[in-house]
């Protein structure tokens, strides 16, 4: 349904992105992700054809941009980060000129489409309210309902979420999820435990080049050296970092601060992805020492997201 090939897009002499390619199946949500000034924001206006990439093409629901621009259009519901409100309109005025923007003339036509997403938007109870009067969260709302009015296959959101409260994002959030299946959506977020609740692959972006495209749990695996084991022990500390250091598959043993007198701690990494809990509890147990916790720390879209975009 979005199909990215080689798009490379210069401001003036900055390079905002180079040689883009990427692709979302029919019913995907995927996520893009970058830091500030990576290209996310250009990505998404060369895809509703608000800008013309320097070189390469893309693809909407089989439409080229360039070819049929049009209709690429017409297949596409399109959430900008910052959202185009009218304050003086009420939500039913507001829809209404979006439907006349959109080519949308016919008077039940525009009333059928108005009436389903503002059911579908949970704008009912404040249809004939002043825009300028809505909270930030029935603002974003708004702006979702004039992206679905021609009921589009393809939404693409840039930054759907950014302002809202946290009760606010869940709403946003469970939304977004029960639009996936019959749409297909891109979105583009800072908030990294959402794009991991909400999306099935993210594609993520480092000064304007494509440095990971995959489900989180394959960059995981692929990302990942050894477990990272957290435990709290009971005895002499040097005793028992000598112990665990010594069993096999443990690559470095760790002390964590603060330093205590008999209970400390410990942070174990092991070589690739080797899970030797069980020999490590019974050589602790074996030696005498009290083990009163053990844990695995599970790498984080924040911190696949950093590994990527780190130069260091």
Request: proline share 4%; hydrophobic share 40%.
């Amino acid at each position: 349904m979005i199909e990215a090939k080689n798009l490379t897009k210069y401001y003036g002499t900055t390079k905002a992105i180079e040689n883009v390619s990427f692709y979302v199946e029919k019913g995907e949500i995927v996520g893009l992700l970058g830091p500030n000034a990576a290209g996310k924001t250009t990505i998404m206006r060369i895809l509703t054809c608000f800008l013309t990439p320097n070189s390469g093409t893309a693809k909407i629901n089989g439409y080229d941009i360039f070819e049929n621009p049009l209709e690429v259009q017409k297949s596409t519901g399109y959430l900008p980060e910052k959202v185009p409100l009218y304050d003086e309109f009420t939500v039913n005025e507001f829809l209404n000129f979006a439907c006349e923007t959109k080519g949308i003339r016919r008077k039940e036509e525009k009333k059928k489409m108005i009436s389903r997403v503002i059911e579908e938007c949970g704008l009912l109870e404040v249809q004939n309210k002043l825009i300028g009067k809505l909270s930030k969260g029935y603002r974003q709302r708004v702006g979702i309902a004039q992206a679905l009015l021609t009921d589009p296959p393809v939404l693409i959101l840039d930054e759907p979420t950014i302002g809202l409260d946290p009760k606010q994002i869940i709403e946003t959030r469970n939304f977004i999820k029960n639009l996936a299946g019959k749409r297909t959506i891109l979105l583009s977020s800072h908030i990294l435990p959402e794009v991991n609740m909400v999306c099935e692959r993210v594609i993520i972006i480092n000064e304007g080049k494509i440095v990971a495209i995959d489900t989180v749990e394959n960059l995981t695996a692929k990302l990942k050296g050894g477990m990272e084991i957290y435990l709290e022990i009971e005895g002499e500390r040097d005793k028992i970092k000598k112990t665990i250091a010594e069993i096999p598959g443990v690559k470095n043993v760790e002390i964590l601060p603060p330093i205590k007198e008999k209970i400390n701690k410990y942070l174990v990494i092991t070589e690739k992805e080797k899970d030797i809990r069980k020999e490590i509890s019974f050589k602790i147990i074996q030696n005498g020492f009290g083990l009163l916790e053990m844990a695995v720390k599970e790498m984080t879209l924040e911190d696949i997201f950093l590994k990527l975009i780190t130069k260091e």
